[in-house]
C-alpha cells in the first residue's frame, strides 16, 4: 500500500494550490481520508478528512471556508483544495488512510503516506 501527496510549491499569500493524495494498493473508495500538516518541531494538525461514503467531512477551524477535500473514486485520487493561503498555512502535508476508522479517529488510521511541502510567502 502506499500513498504519495504531491501538488505542493511556492504560493503568494491568497493564492490557491490543489494537493492530490494517490493510492496505490488500495482502493479509496474503501476508506476514510485524511489530510494533515507538520512543520520542523510541531504538532500534527489534522486538517481535513472525508468518510468512506464521501457523505461527510471534516475541516480544521484553522482551515475551514478556504480548504475543500473531495474524492475521485474512479481516479483513485483525494484531492485538497487550498484556497485563501496564509503564511501559517507553510508546512509539510500529508495524507492518511483507513478502511475502519471514522474521521473522529484520524489519528488513528493505518496508512500514511509521503508528503509534498506547501510554502506560503507573505
Known amino acids: 500500500v502506499q500513498l504519495q501527496a504531491y501538488g505542493g510549491g511556492l504560493v503568494q499569500a491568497g493564492g490557491s494550490l490543489r494537493l492530490s493524495c494517490a493510492a496505490s494498493?488500495?482502493?479509496?473508495?474503501?476508506?476514510?481520508i485524511a489530510w494533515f500538516r507538520q512543520g520542523p518541531g510541531d504538532v500534527r494538525e489534522g486538517v481535513s478528512c472525508?468518510?468512506?461514503?464521501?457523505?461527510?467531512?471534516y475541516s480544521a477551524d484553522s482551515v475551514k471556508g478556504r480548504f475543500t477535500i473531495s474524492r475521485d473514486n474512479a481516479k483513485n485520487t483525494v484531492y485538497l483544495q487550498m484556497n485563501s493561503l496564509k503564511p501559517e498555512d507553510t508546512d509539510e502535508y500529508f495524507c492518511?488512510?483507513?478502511?475502519?476508522?471514522?474521521?473522529?479517529?484520524?489519528?488513528?488510521?493505518?496508512?500514511w503516506g509521503q508528503g509534498t511541502l506547501v510554502t506560503v510567502s507573505s
Open positions: 494498493g488500495i482502493t479509496l473508495d474503501n476508506f476514510a
Open positions: 472525508v468518510s468512506r461514503s464521501g457523505s461527510s467531512t
Open positions: 492518511a488512510a483507513d478502511p475502519f476508522h471514522a474521521c473522529d479517529q484520524m489519528n488513528e488510521f493505518d496508512y
